[in-house]
């Protein structure tokens, strides 16, 4: 593109002083049509100078008199002057070549095919060629014409990626929202009841007392309408697809047992999902077992015991009780709700996987848990298949924990075989040394600490098959101890056969003598009609 063969400059000068007209380029004196106060006063331009317009075809830097100072440059088409040579030319004729404008050529495909356009300049001169500086030919102009146009393009390109940046966003809620509609929908006879978010605020005081806070999002008290106390988890917003949302409405939305956390209802809308349960008053079991001082924990060792077998009644139930296998992936203290008989709650499902009862292999594409409580084989393939078998050692690293009163893993204990809790009261076991369990245990307490630890030893074997069920572990909770041989110590890497987990013959002659240390609790449990 090039503009025009006619196409001349006017420059607007002023000048400290007066300049004789002559041509090329011809001074138009501007002083009859009072511009220096009207359009010099805008530039800047001192009152007391004189103004001219300088006409000509190729205007340069030394055609401008050095007394002079240029304001602005138009490009104009001089045949709308016919007297410049003359130099018989009025600023009327200056406004009049204004207002004509000028022409531009471009290429269309062929060298010898140019077209011509002439465009109406007048109107938009002042605000496009404001403060320019260069004159000569006109490609000052061009310059500032491509400039303002890439410009625009700019804008408009970036309000566009803007707007479908935002288009992607919403329809990335909208597809979670309706993959959660759709399972809703699809599973409505096992729902329960559904909020309104403004219910939701309403029974949190709009979230006013906060319980905890966790990877899935906040936790408040609320109070429902009956009086009853819950808690209510809003899900963050980072959770894809809503699988968090789904895995616990399809878990806990199906079942009820008097060890597992009771779903009361749920709300979700595009943007907000959050799930109401029954409220723990005791908090999580974590809270209990790991305080500073053993001695300044509320349970005693009965109550340690039967919160050990309420647990295991709940992930039992969970692996053989319902139409459906669900496995829990992620069972750890924090994650074990106590209500104000501090009988346990199974909670958290928002890892845990159903499949049908009679598939005893899981199918996983992700590793899933928390460190320090996921089985090996979620790790190794090596080892095992992953199975319920993977809920049994979470199980066997929680009672673990339940029976040390401490963290399976402690950095900070006093000598470096302590680091690692289950070998370190595994060798007290091989070395049938007494453990310290407080200073004023009695036998039988000491007792049942032992038979905790040796039921978690087993539970924590590295392979999966040397592992018991739970229904088996609920066998040895409510039987005795006397019969329990100490398994193989537990180790990062399997043995080469599976063991085997029959008590010691001579021990048998003493089992039917021996009562249970820890006698069973009457717990009811509730199935759901399928």
Not at 382 to 397: E, N, P, T
Request: aromatic share 10%; hydrophobic share 35%.
């Amino acid at each position: 593109m090039e503009i025009g063969p006619d196409t001349g400059s006017l420059v607007f000068v002023s000048c400290k002083n007066p300049v004789k007209s002559k041509y090329p380029p011809l001074y138009v004196d501007t002083a009859s049509c009072n511009i220096s106060a009207n359009h010099f006063s805008k530039m800047k331009a001192p009152s007391n100078n004189y103004s001219y317009v300088v006409v000509g075809k190729n205007v340069v830097a030394s055609d401008i008199e050095e007394s002079c100072t240029v304001y602005k440059t138009a490009p104009v088409d001089l045949r709308c002057l016919p007297n410049v040579t003359a130099g018989d030319v009025s600023f009327q004729d200056i406004h009049n070549l204004l207002s004509n404008g000028y022409e531009i050529s471009w290429y269309e495909g062929s060298e010898s095919s140019w077209s011509t356009k002439k465009s109406f300049f007048c109107p938009v001169v002042e605000a496009i060629l404001d403060r320019v500086h260069t004159f000569g030919t006109g490609v000052g102009f061009a310059v500032k014409f491509f400039v303002l146009l890439i410009t625009a393009k700019s804008v408009l390109g970036i309000a566009i990626l803007s707007a479908f940046l935002l288009y992607r966003w919403h329809r990335r809620h909208l597809s979670r929202y309706d993959t959660i509609e759709d399972f809703l929908q699809t599973n409505s006879r096992l729902m329960p009841i559904r909020y309104s978010y403004r219910e939701i605020r309403t029974m949190t005081k709009n979230f006013k007392e906060k319980l905890g806070e966790g990877g899935y999002g906040m936790v408040y008290k609320g109070k429902l309408r009956s009086g009853d106390a819950v808690a209510v988890k809003m899900l963050n917003k980072s959770k894809a697809n809503g699988q968090e949302f789904i895995n616990e409405v399809a878990t806990i939305g199906r079942i009820h047992h008097v060890n597992v956390v009771r779903l009361v209802g749920f709300c979700v809308t595009a943007s907000k999902h959050a799930l109401v349960y029954d409220y723990m008053p005791n908090g999580s079991l974590d809270k209990l077992i790991f305080s500073d001082c053993q001695n300044s924990s509320p349970l005693n060792w009965k109550q340690i015991c039967e919160i050990a077998k309420g647990v295991a009644r709940g992930i039992e139930y969970l692996h053989q009780g319902c139409d459906m296998q669900i496995l829990h992936f992620d069972i750890k203290p924090h994650n074990v709700l106590l209500d104000e008989n501090f009988v346990p709650k199974v909670s958290d499902f928002g890892l845990a996987k159903l499949y049908p009862m009679q598939k005893s292999i899981a199918t996983l594409t992700a590793v899933r848990g928390t460190l320090g409580y996921m089985a090996p084989e979620l790790f190794y393939k090596r080892i095992g298949r992953v199975s319920y078998k993977a809920d049994v050692y979470s199980y066997g690293m929680l009672l673990m924990e339940m029976a040390g009163r401490r963290r399976n893993v402690d950095a900070h204990a006093e000598h470096s075989s302590q680091i690692y809790f289950p070998s370190w009261i595994y060798d007290k076991f091989d070395q049938v040394e007494e453990m310290e369990i407080g200073d004023h245990a009695t036998e039988e307490e000491k007792t049942i600490t032992q038979k905790l630890i040796l039921i978690a030893l087993w539970c924590i074997q590295m392979t999966p098959e040397d592992r018991p069920s739970m229904r088996e572990v609920l066998e040895m909770l409510e039987g005795d101890a006397s019969g329990l041989k100490l398994p193989p110590k537990p180790s990062f890497y399997p043995p080469d056969s599976p063991i085997s987990m029959q008590r010691s013959s001579d021990s048998s002659s003493s089992d039917e003598s021996m009562a249970p240390l820890c006698s069973s609790v009457a717990l009811e449990i509730e199935q759901m009609d399928d």
